[in-house]
């Protein structure tokens, strides 16, 4: 399989255990945009500057919703120059196992 930077990435950032919180960050061009067909923010989002946002998680496969946060790092202030974001979550693995499946779907791919 050939990768390109052109790729959106998705994987968790946190450790794969239950606990209090679990991040999962996407990296690419398309970062903010696949987090924010599955995440519904408190308030408009304002894609001038990293900002947290909070809000809800629509599960699909399971047609729930639950509380998280997301914060974003609008490009080219990242590391990479590439847009970032991050959905925080209650650390369940199954919960965000159904997460990282609706971004995948969406159209990220697993980071390697």
Do not use: C, N
């Not at 255990?17 to 903010?32: C, D, E």
């Not at 001038?48 to 399971?62: D, K």
């Not at 998280?68 to 202030?77: A, D, I, K, S, Y």
Request: proline fraction near 7%; glycine fraction near 6%.
């Amino acid at each position: 399989m050939k990768w390109t930077l052109d790729d959106t990435i998705v994987a968790w950032a946190s450790a794969a255990a239950p606990g209090r919180r679990a991040v999962i960050r996407l990296s690419g061009p398309q970062a903010i945009d696949l987090a924010t067909r599955i995440f519904t923010a408190s308030e408009p989002i304002d894609l001038s500057r990293r900002r947290w946002y909070h809000g809800e998680i629509t599960l699909r496969a399971l047609d729930r919703r639950v509380e998280g946060g997301l914060l974003v790092w609008p490009p080219p202030r990242t590391y990479t120059g590439q847009a970032m974001a991050e959905l925080h979550v209650v650390s369940s693995p199954p919960l965000v196992e159904f997460i990282v499946a609706d971004l995948l779907q969406a159209g990220a791919r697993a980071a390697r």
